[in-house]
């Protein structure tokens, strides 16, 4: 038949249906499952078939029809559901990696992901050498024979810088390194990392997948060989694998994804048009407007500017906290993603721990503000920051 477009895959791809004949996807709550004989229970432990299951953390139908779900529309094989997107991090790094080996990361990471390179991996002996992910001299120069792999956010947090997916790819491949990409930024509907080169696409399918702020959860996409010989020993062994109950909030979620982007997305270039214009402001950014330095390549890799829009308020952090205690409809949060508009001040919260110089490296101001743009309307919200940067003037 012919190849499903997104909104179909969204809808139906890795349906599983019970001897029931259910219309919405099943939840399978439970942790482990009944063989028909202790000859089937040992066979099912040598080599478990592609329908069949041993324990919830090794596999579950209703987590199966997830991976299933997104690795269709990733454009993978295969996927592996986790508990949270930083498991999925964690596990696509930790998984591949030994005492000695050398990886390459763009500097302009969420400060979690910084954690596990700077602190985990190199605790372990894993060389870790950190480049601007926008100079691709600097991939260049840092990606050697012998390096393993290399990891950068496709859109960084919080200032929304890009990373040339197909150029970094090249470079990576041309020594053997594993390109793996955190795309949570740039979506699965806005970004198709595997056919601009990358081997691994990271989510935390807390964000945009989920949607609606219900549920933890994150997913790795890959060949079949990568997800299920490097990737799953390391996950089913040290527990990190997605609950079936997020696995069925995420199938349902999906449904709307496409619908929930699109919106979204164009409610945020609305948004950054409007800021850009208010003097209010001392800068915007945004990769859907013209201003931003890296426009050309946004429409190339994605066709699309995005949900977030990072902006800096006039006044520091005293005038940041003012406009941000003085909005109505978008909520003071760290989650992004979400149907609900979201700010949050990523030099206090998600970015609190680096050091100001790092900070100031990054471009993480006193006043800058991250808006995650939800579902409510443009204009809406769009006042709601009018008067938010009134009070911060204030």
């Known amino acids: 038949m012919t190849e499903w477009k ?6 139906h791809e890795g349906s599983r249906r019970s001897q029931y004949g259910e219309m919405a996807e099943a939840i399978f709550l439970t942790q ?3 063989y028909d004989s202790a000859e089937s229970a040992e066979a099912r432990f ?3 078939g592609e329908d069949e299951f041993i ?32 498991a999925a991090v964690n596990g696509a790094l930790t998984a591949m990696l030994r005492a000695g080996d050398h990886v390459v990361s763009s500097r302009a990471l969420f400060g ?95 964000k945009h997948i989920d949607g609606q702020g219900r549920a933890l959860g994150g997913v790795v996409c890959g060949s079949t060989e990568w997800i299920r010989k490097v990737l799953e020993p390391y996950m089913k062994h040290t527990g990190g694998s997605m609950s079936p109950f997020t696995a069925w909030m995420h199938l349902n979620g999906m449904a709307t994804l496409d619908l929930r982007c699109r919106a979204m997305a164009e409610a945020a270039l609305q948004v950054a048009r409007a800021l850009e214009g ?45 406009f941000m205690n003085a909005l109505e ?9 979400d149907a609900k508009t979201i700010a949050t001040h990523p030099a206090t919260t998600t970015h609190q721990r680096l050091p ?36 911060a003037q204030g």
């Open 6 to 11: 997104t909104r179909t895959k969204l809808v």
């Open 32 to 34: 482990g499952f009944a």
């Open 46 to 48: 040598v080599k478990a």
């Open 55 to 86: 324990y919830a953390r090794y596999g579950n139908p209703t987590t199966r029809m997830f991976e299933e779900r997104i690795a269709a529309l990733e454009g993978t094989e295969d996927a592996f559901a986790t508990a949270s997107g930083m």
């Open 112 to 206: 979690s992901c910084l954690y596990i390179l700077e602190e985990v991996l190199t605790r372990y002996g894993v060389k870790v050498t950190f480049v601007d992910g926008a100079d691709l001299d600097q991939w260049r120069a840092a990606v050697v024979p012998g390096t393993k792999a290399v990891f950068f956010e496709s859109m960084s947090n919080p200032t929304l810088e890009l990373v040339d997916i197909r150029a970094v790819s090249e470079i990576a491949h041309a020594v053997g390194a594993v390109v793996i990409v955190d795309n949570v930024f740039a979506t699965p509907i806005f970004s198709r990392a595997v056919e601009q080169g990358a081997d691994v696409v990271v989510y935390s399918t807390t």
């Open 278 to 322: 208010d003097d209010r402001v001392s800068r915007v950014i945004y990769p859907g407007l013209e201003s931003h330095p890296q426009h050309a390549l946004a429409m190339a890799q994605m066709g699309s500017g995005g949900t977030l829009v990072t902006f800096e308020v006039k006044g520091g952090k005293e005038a940041a906290f003012r």
């Open 329 to 337: 409809i978008a909520k003071i949060s760290n989650n992004l993603g």
């Open 356 to 391: 100001q110089e790092q900070k100031d490296a990054l471009g993480i101001t006193p006043g800058l503000i991250r808006l995650s743009v939800g579902l409510e309307d443009a204009e809406d919200v769009i006042a709601d920051l009018r008067q938010a940067l009134a009070a």
